[in-house]
């Protein structure tokens, strides 16, 4: 009588999505290189770039009067304070490959790193 | 309908919304956003199995206003609308498909959530950046949705004893 948790097409199902997923973060992990340049965008709009290899200090201005303080040492562009109660963005550790990102979304704020031309890397697994 | 169906779904939705603050209590253990356990997802699976398919619609959409207004702001209704909606109705159908048990249907829920509101953040954010996230949220998603189907699982047999009384 009782229901049993997990069956054979349960199983098959995971089996398929966990493989997705290790070639999702392979092809990412593939196509990542050092990037150049960091910009900075709130609500979606850039509001400043950076070099990568220039250290800096610099004050962004977030969605409704929110801060975040981004540093960029060593070639390696971090976020060391910010308005927001969770500090997520804070946690998110130094980024420098092109298409890695730090994200505050109290604040709306995104900082990423691009390559020379300045374009984002262009994703396929969203289609 | 009857007083009984009513009375189970308004004490769902406070076990739901309760699951929510505990939830919101604990440090993200990754400073990923939208990574979380999902614990109020083992309402909405236990109910999908312990009542019907509109209970759990109806029980998903009162929780995500009220955790909302309670808790949240306009972005984290977006996220958590789209994410909860997605994998509801993607759990809803595999469920009716017959094919899966309840761990398969939760798991299949967890990633639909996290992609859902990756898209979401995309979209708000206006950048393509988030899709970086795309493959620990799809993994967490699959962990997360096993575990919040092996715990689902245990409070539906216990609470279709219940229901014999």
Known sequence: MKEKLVGKNDIIMIGVLVLCGAIIALALLLTRHEGSQVVVSVDGKEIASFPLDKDITYEIDGYEGGHNTLIIKDGLAYMSDASCPDHLCMGMGKISKNGQSIICLPNRVVVEIRDAGGKAPEYDVVG | ?165
Request: charged share 10%.
């Open chain 2, 1 to 165: 309908m009857r007083t009984k169906k009513i009375t189970t779904i308004g004490i769902l939705i406070a076990l739901a919304l309760i699951l929510s603050y505990v939830e919101s209590q604990i440090p993200a253990f990754v400073a990923i956003p939208g990574m979380k356990l999902g614990l109020t997802n083992i309402v909405v699976l236990t109910t999908l199995y312990i009542l019907d398919v509109k209970s759990a619609m109806l029980i998903n959409v009162i929780r995500i206003i009220i955790v909302a207004i309670l808790f949240g702001s306009a972005m984290s209704f977006a996220f958590s609308f789209v994410g909860g909606m997605l994998s509801t109705i993607v759990m809803i159908l595999l469920k009716k498909s017959g094919r899966m048990k309840i761990i398969g249907v939760s798991a299949a829920g967890g990633i639909t959530h996290n992609i859902g509101q990756i898209l979401t953040a995309m979209v708000l954010l206006g950048t393509k950046a988030i899709a970086w996230y795309l493959p620990v949220l799809w993994i967490s998603g699959i962990f997360s949705g096993v575990i919040i189907g092996i715990i689902g699982g245990l409070v539906t047999a216990r609470l279709g004893k219940l229901d014999q009384i």
